[in-house]
């Protein structure tokens, strides 16, 4: 009698728990998939992000040393080479720089026409001395800024 109250017990607390620990389980195996999202796929996404940042930050540095930063200057028709507003030029070597660029290869200075006036300076020389406009050669991208009004508009001042 008393082995049959024992396994009344016995089974009555196996029936009481399983109510508690089959949907517990139940909702930790739904889980699962999210705790390998956070688990598994963020690190992975976190080591990529890293990765490709490295990549890009190193990228320029590495390649920057080993391309020629000139391009041959297109002849016009009078026989004499072309030299395109805004970019930095050597006029000896007919080659067109990167901007950025203020020395030729051999050291001399590099020559750059206004891209508003067209007035021919030194390419060290940011602003132009004829029409005010300011635009500062920065590799890999150019960004053209006219001297006034300052960056957020008179009204910022
Ligand atoms: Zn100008």
């Not at 020559?111 to 890999?140: D, H, I, M, Q, Y």
């Amino acid at each position: 009698m008393i082995i049959d109250q024992l396994n009344q017990i016995w089974t009555g607390i196996l029936e009481f728990t399983a109510r508690f620990v089959i949907p517990a389980w139940g909702e930790l195996i739904n889980l699962l998939p999210i705790l390998l999202l956070i688990g598994v796929v963020g690190p992975i996404l976190t080591i990529l992000a890293i990765a490709w940042l490295r990549y890009a930050i190193l990228k320029p540095r590495v390649t920057a040393g080993f391309v020629d930063p000139r391009r041959p200057a297109p002849i016009g028709d009078d026989g004499q080479p072309v030299f395109p507003v805004g970019e930095p030029y050597s006029l000896a070597e007919a080659m067109i720089y990167e901007p950025g660029a203020t020395r030729s290869v051999s050291g001399d200075e590099l020559l750059v026409s206004c891209p508003k006036c067209g007035l021919v300076r030194s390419a060290a020389v940011e602003t132009c001395g004829n029409c005010g406009l300011s635009f500062s050669l920065t590799p890999p991208t150019r960004v053209l800024r006219p001297a006034a009004p300052p960056p957020g508009g008179r009204a910022a001042v």
